[in-house]
């Protein structure tokens, strides 16, 4: 699909019947020609923008197992003018976005479905405002297991764990008048 701030590319594909199969939705977005026309883009130093991509493929290895793969990618842009009485200049932004999940499910018996998942998560983001140059960055690594028993129509134990590591870093720049240069 193309509009005038839009495109995008969508498809689901089965390359097994009931087996194994495959979905991606890749998508821009752009802002520019909507400020173009409505006015407006005198105020942008970069007119926002985002891109982003999900894609996952699906296999079923038996009857009652399945592995999943499923991915994400986002991304953004945008620079403003800022005007106020405390600050007069521009804001300038970014974030980017990677995730990755591995997922896996099984029935052990009739009643006894265990189900897996492990995951990567980055996420930055850089913000220019003033003397400020600040980018931070998250990471996130994670590992879940589930178990769900089903005794009878009415009722179920569910158990399980999940564990999660994270890592978040500052880095930035600031200026000290006193030495006269950035430092980071």
């Known amino acids: 699909?193309?509009?005038l701030a839009n495109a995008s590319l969508t498809a689901d594909v089965t390359i097994i019947e009931n087996k194994f199969g495959m979905y991606f939705d890749v998508r821009q977005n752009f802002t520019k020609p909507i400020f173009w026309?409505?006015?407006?883009?005198?105020r942008f130093t970069a007119t926002p923008e985002?891109?982003?991509a999900t894609a996952g493929i699906t296999y079923s290895y038996s009857k009652t197992g399945r592995i999943k793969i499923f991915g994400i990618y986002a991304d953004d842009v945008q620079g403003v003018s800022v005007e106020r009485a405390e600050y007069n200049g521009t804001f300038?932004?970014?974030s980017k976005n990677i995730?990755?999940?591995l997922q896996n499910s099984e029935f052990i018996s009739q009643n006894l479905l265990m189900k897996n998942s492990l995951s990567y998560n980055r996420y930055s983001?850089?913000?220019q405002l003033?003397?400020?140059d600040l980018t931070k960055t998250d990471h996130v690594y994670n590992f879940r297991n589930?178990?769900?028993y089903t005794r009878n129509s009415r009722s179920k134990i569910l158990a399980g764990f999940e564990y999660e590591n994270r890592k978040i870093n500052y880095e930035g720049k600031y200026y000290r008048r006193d030495i006269g240069k950035d430092l980071i």
Not at 37 to 42: E, T, V
């Open 130 to 132: 003033g003397i400020l």
């Open 125 to 127: 983001n850089l913000w």
């Open 92 to 94: 300038n932004g970014n």
């Open 146 to 148: 589930d178990f769900d």
């Open 50 to 52: 985002s891109k982003n």
């Open 99 to 101: 995730f990755v999940n």
């Open 1 to 3: 699909g193309v509009s």
């Open 37 to 42: 026309l409505n006015g407006g883009l005198d």
